[in-house]
């Protein structure tokens, strides 16, 4: 033991001491900093360290044999490897030493990244759970490297030899299980993609610990070591037949095949979710809201955790805990409907919530009880009239008249005798079992109300149409008829109207929901509301998976319905554009707000859709109301289409009506034709001047002596100190085809560039000589407060708050996605707040947070980081290394 401990410090000492080492060290810490600064250390990027992990698997399969090349053959080139054989310490135990001496210089490797992880947190908050996996896969990965260089090592008296051998067969490893699946049938695929490194690695890169990945590594560096013991002991023993060598290294093989095989096995495989390891705080704005409680609320999260994922179900649990924290008059209980155990708390929790509506609870039951009670007396009323209608035309009536009368005796004939179809289905409503445990008034009464309503208006006209110049048989009879049919026109009407005035019915809305069985009711001591399951607890996709960070998500819906509970109104957004389709509804060209809708809706919005070419302004509830304008997606020519004419006019008229109003708008060909641009036009009503005939372009250097026009920009850092400015600050937008803007306050400006410049000649333009770059920044984002107290923004892009630009998203593996470009949202969302005059909603909202970004990053901090990541700390290893040589031949 001793001499392998021995054997151990003197190769290890070795490594440092010989050129080789230091000089790995270094070119690793700098080809991982290039990987850093280039696909991560960026002002909004995603603070994740998986390029870097991704790379330097690569990276390791080239530099693992440079430091297990010489640890055997080197000794046999200089003599001493003769001397450790005829030492007393075993074959083993030289294979062991030699092992773990290269393995821990590969552990000090892999440290000199740390700062790497260092810089990030400075400007993010990391997940040190998925670092610490990616490591840790990195570690497992680069100890199969090595001990495979052993072996090699062993076999051969060439340096060269042992790192182009070892190097070759971890790249033919590495790239022959992504070849071969294709020549293959696929039913042997899996066997195959089952021996891949690299998918191996990408499950830790991204915060999995699998263990399955974890034997596919340790049993090949035991194996490999094994083997590399057996070579030594031949080596020693030349009386060792290569038979004995080979039958062992086959059965090494063997074993190795079917430890893995049998680590894939679901019944033997386990997973760790590492990411999420940060203990979550919640945003002061939040913060701030339930410190301000006086009264007692609750949060009951009612929640089957076999339909959850366990990862997600842990990352809502810890937000709740928070919220509960943070104020003494906040409590959260937990209820699972399905366990019998729990079906007490469940009806105290039904209980306490028909205490809270009682009111809206009992109302709605009497005018729904009296509704149907009216409808009975319908089918009583139609029953009746059936027979005289049918009766009456035998009479000398004309041809018109007694097919009106065959038509009215079928249809009150059906009414009587099918119009408990009607009622059964409002009894279904009304009723209450395990599945739906409150009654759904909102669905009985629309029922009702459309029923009793549609009569109404039925037998209202036909009570119009027999007083109305009937032939001279069936006038009189018909007269003494009319006012049967009006009274009951009339009863009809009054319940129809009884029934509509209910509103808005919370209580029914909550049993709607309560249907789903899952999700999180909050509860204030005047109200309630139920945030659904599919928010909160997305549904497992796989045991296999980790999961997608929903701690901030969850905030952010949490606590926009707690505001929602505490504003007595519920704020309106309504869309205006003038497209032949719906936008609210998803279109395969991502040409549709669907992405944004969902996120209002999410956040407590009622969303509205008006297009002025086809209907008139929809009607309204009391409350904030904020106008969105979508500005055409194309225009045929230079004439504005009538659709587009009244999509102006209606604008106009919003703001004549001092509207809270956003007003997006496109580039136009008009002004290079001498042509004002409509669009323009009435913006100055706001006292903004858009420049719609020019729009930003960059050029982007995409290879050698290849140069692209990019037609967006992309925001990291807004302009100015107005509430929504701070609000999406670092977080990132996309904006297609920005316009400058002048008037107002900015709130999102593009930068001074050499590369930007103004460009009439947007659409098609394909070079840069000659442009004038910008020397000042162009406002592209502006809010304006007009006729003194109306609030109104004006954006220069027509198309960033569409789907296929503000939800576009980024994979991070294994099904995780985050939002590409978050702002866009943000952006949105508190645009809106900020219009509906609720500034105090307005926070740093935390969609972007989906993954934590990288913050406050500038552009000279970035290049100082650069310089001292990719050149300082590799030359201060090589700095060290040479100091440290130098004393020792001083000494």
């Not at 000492?13 to 010989?18: E, H, K, Q, S």
Request: glycine fraction near 6%; aromatic fraction near 8%.
């Amino acid at each position: 033991m001793k001499s392998g401990f021995a054997l151990f410090r003197r190769d290890l000492r070795l490594l440092f001491c010989v050129a080789t080492g230091p000089i790995v060290a270094a070119l690793f810490s700098c080809l991982c900093a290039v990987a850093f600064v280039s696909g991560v250390f960026d002002q909004g990027g995603i603070a994740t360290m998986r390029p870097v992990f991704d790379f330097s698997a690569w990276l390791l399969i080239l530099l693992c044999p440079a430091i297990t090349m010489r640890l055997i053959a080197e000794e046999r080139r200089v003599g001493t490897w003769d001397l450790l054989l005829a030492s007393p310490i075993s074959s083993f135990q030289i294979a062991k030493g030699k092992f773990v001496a290269a393995w821990c210089f590969l552990l000090f490797v892999l440290l000199t990244t740390t700062p790497l992880v260092i810089v990030l947190e400075l400007y993010a908050q990391p997940d040190y759970g998925a670092i610490l996996s990616g490591y840790l896969g990195l570690l497992l990965l680069g100890g199969a490297v090595v001990a495979t260089g052993i072996v090699i090592s062993a076999l051969t008296t060439s340096q060269t030899v042992a790192y182009l051998v070892t190097t070759f067969f971890w790249l033919t490893l590495s790239l022959g299980t992504k070849v071969i699946p294709t020549l293959i049938p696929s039913r042997f695929a899996d066997i195959v993609f089952a021996f891949d490194p690299d998918l191996r690695t990408s499950a830790f890169s991204i915060g999995l610990l699998d263990s399955s990945g974890v034997v596919y590594f340790l049993s090949i560096i035991i194996v490999m070591t094994l083997l590399a013991s057996f070579t030594v002991d031949r080596t020693r023993r030349s009386s060792l037949q290569l038979t004995k060598v080979i039958v062992c290294g086959v059965s090494l093989i063997a074993s190795l095949v079917a430890i893995n095989e049998l680590a894939l096995q679901e019944q033997f495989r386990t997973r760790i979710d590492a990411t999420g390891s940060r203990r979550y705080t919640l945003s002061d704005q939040t913060t701030t809201f339930l410190s301000a409680l006086n009264e007692p609320w609750r949060i009951v999260v009612l929640m089957d955790e076999t339909l959850s994922g366990r990862s997600a179900t842990k990352q809502v649990d810890e937000v709740l805990r928070r919220y509960e924290d943070a104020s003494e008059m906040m409590s959260v209980t937990r209820i699972d409907p399905a366990n019998p155990s729990s079906m007490d708390a469940y009806e105290v929790l039904l209980q306490d919530l028909m205490t809270i509506y009682s009111d809206e609870l009992q109302g709605a039951e009497e005018t729904i009880d009296n509704g149907i009670k009216i409808f009975q007396e319908l089918m009583t009323f139609a029953s009746s009239e059936s027979a005289w209608s049918e009766l009456v035309s035998q009479l000398a009536v004309t041809p018109k008249e007694f097919e009106t009368l065959q038509t009215l005796t079928t249809s009150l004939a059906m009414l009587g005798r099918d119009g408990t179809l009607i009622l059964d289905e409002v009894d279904k409503a009304m009723y209450v079992d395990v599945s739906k445990p409150l009654p759904r008034l909102a669905v009985a009464r629309d029922i009702l109300a459309a029923a009793n309503g549609r009569w109404s208006r039925e037998l209202s006209e036909v009570a119009w149409w027999l007083g109305e110049n009937r032939s001279a048989e069936f006038a009189l009879v018909a007269s003494e008829e009319a006012p049967a049919f009006e009274t009951m026109a009339t009863k009809l009407a009054e319940s129809d109207d009884a029934l509509r005035r209910l509103g808005r019915l919370e209580f029914g809305e909550l049993a709607m929901q309560l249907t789903e069985g899952q999700g999180a009711i909050l509860m204030s001591p005047t109200r309630a509301m139920m945030i659904s399951a599919s928010l909160l607890f997305p549904a497992r996709r796989s045991t296999s998976g980790i999961s997608q960070d929903q701690r901030f998500r969850g905030e952010q819906i949490i606590s926009s319905a707690l505001r929602s509970l505490d504003s007595p109104v519920i704020p309106q957004v309504v869309f205006v554009h003038a497209e032949e389709e719906s936008l609210v509804t998803k279109h395969k060209d991502g040409v549709d707000i669907s992405a944004v809708r969902g996120l209002l809706e999410s956040s407590r919005f009622r969303v509205l859709e008006w297009i002025p070419a086809d209907n008139a302004r929809p009607s309204l509830e009391d409350g904030p109301v904020v106008y969105v304008v979508i500005p055409p997606s194309s225009r045929a020519g230079l004439e504005i289409s009538q659709r587009e004419q009244t999509l102006l006019d209606a604008v106009s008229g919003l703001l004549a009506g001092n509207e809270s109003i956003m007003v997006n708008v496109q580039p136009s060909l008009l002004p290079r034709y001498g042509q004002v641009d409509p669009w323009a036009k009435l913006l100055m009503q706001l006292g903004v001047k858009a420049n719609t005939s020019k729009v930003v372009l960059q050029q982007v250097a995409t290879g050698p002596q290849q140069l692209y026009i990019q037609r967006a920009q992309l925001i990291d850092h807004t302009v100015g100190d107005h509430v929504i400015a701070r609000a999406v600050d670092s977080r990132r937008m996309y904006m297609p085809l920005p316009l400058e803007l002048d008037g107002g306050e900015s709130l999102l400006a593009i930068m001074p560039d050499e590369d930007r410049w103004l460009d009439e000649n947007w659409a098609a333009e394909t070079d840069a000589t000659g442009k004038a770059r910008l020397q000042s920044e162009v406002s592209i984002a502006n809010a304006v407060v007009y006729n003194d107290e109306a609030r109104a923004i004006v954006v220069g892009s027509g198309g960033w708050l569409l789907s296929w630009a503000s939800d576009r998203a980024s994979q991070l593996g294994d099904g995780q996605v985050t939002m590409a470009n978050p702002g866009n949202s943000e952006f949105l969302l508190s645009s809106v707040e900020w219009l509906a005059g609720l500034d105090d909603w307005i926070a740093a909202s935390p969609i972007g947070k989906q993954s934590s970004r990288i913050e406050g990053l500038s552009h000279t901090a970035y290049v100082v980081w650069m310089v001292v990541l990719v050149l300082g700390i590799p030359a201060l290893i090589l700095t060290i290394s040479g100091v440290a040589s130098i004393k020792r031949k001083a000494a």
